[in-house]
């Protein structure tokens, strides 16, 4: 069975900095892909950044080159370093792995698995 285990949410001052980490217990296929949605109240689940297995990144639009996302070396694991971060970016952070990246053209069905997500609390 495959669970995603999230931490370093948390309580942070307007321009302050935070580290999300998030790593895949069980067996995942090898090519995939890995990131961060976040959701707040009354908005839609958006993507915060992504990574493939492959380095191929992707970011949400309001990051504005103040998040970057790496992985390990070994092992399915994922990091997302936050600074500068803003009361708008107060929600509930969820990683998401899946397969197949978007940077590997096959025909088989995404599939998906979600952590249970960590609350990202900005105050101004």
């Known amino acids: 069975q495959v669970q995603l285990v999230e931490s370093g949410g948390g309580l942070v001052q307007a321009g302050g900095s935070l580290r999300l980490s998030c790593s895949v217990s069980?067996?995942?296929?090898?090519?995939?892909?890995m990131g961060w949605y976040r959701q707040s109240p009354g908005n839609e689940r958006e993507l915060v950044a992504a990574?493939?297995?492959?380095?191929?990144?992707d970011y949400g639009d309001f990051v504005e080159g103040r998040f970057t996302i790496s992985r390990a070396n070994v092992g399915n694991t994922v990091f997302l370093q936050m600074n500068g971060l803003r009361p708008e970016d107060t929600a509930v952070y969820y990683c998401?792995?899946?397969?197949?990246?978007?940077?590997?053209?096959?025909?088989?069905?995404?599939?998906?698995?979600w952590g249970e997500g960590t609350l990202v609390n900005v105050s101004s």
């Open positions: 998401n792995a899946w397969y197949p990246p978007w940077d590997i053209k096959v025909s088989i069905p995404r599939v998906d698995y």
């Open positions: 990574i493939t297995s492959g380095g191929s990144t």
């Open positions: 069980g067996n995942i296929f090898s090519m995939n892909a």
